[in-house]
């Protein structure tokens, strides 16, 4: 996986970079990451004043988040909590096809099946 993280106005740190890439590394049990782009952004002008921007890139369609807030660090983990949910809900859906297609026709479990 590659990992890309932007900084607009920010001062890159380390500890928030770490943050960013244990959590992105993270989200790899639920979904196939083959590259993420992160963009840090502070515009002072609004409010709030920090933005972040998220795009997973995967084999399937991908996965996009933005968050804004007072600080960074909370519009980060708006942002990873907005990619858990979009993750978790693809699993979701995922299973709800396979338990459906378990099932067996309508006639069938009906009970009115005609036998000729």
Known sequence: MKLTVQHFHVRSCDELDSLIEDRILALRHGIEIEEARVRLACRYDESPAFSVHIHLVTPGPDVYAESRDHTLRAAVEKAIGQLENQIG????????????????????????????
């Open 89 to 116: 809900g693809r699993h979701q859906k995922r299973l709800r096809r396979l338990r459906s297609n378990l099932q067996a026709p309508a006639l069938f479990r009906m009970g009115s099946a005609r036998r000729a």
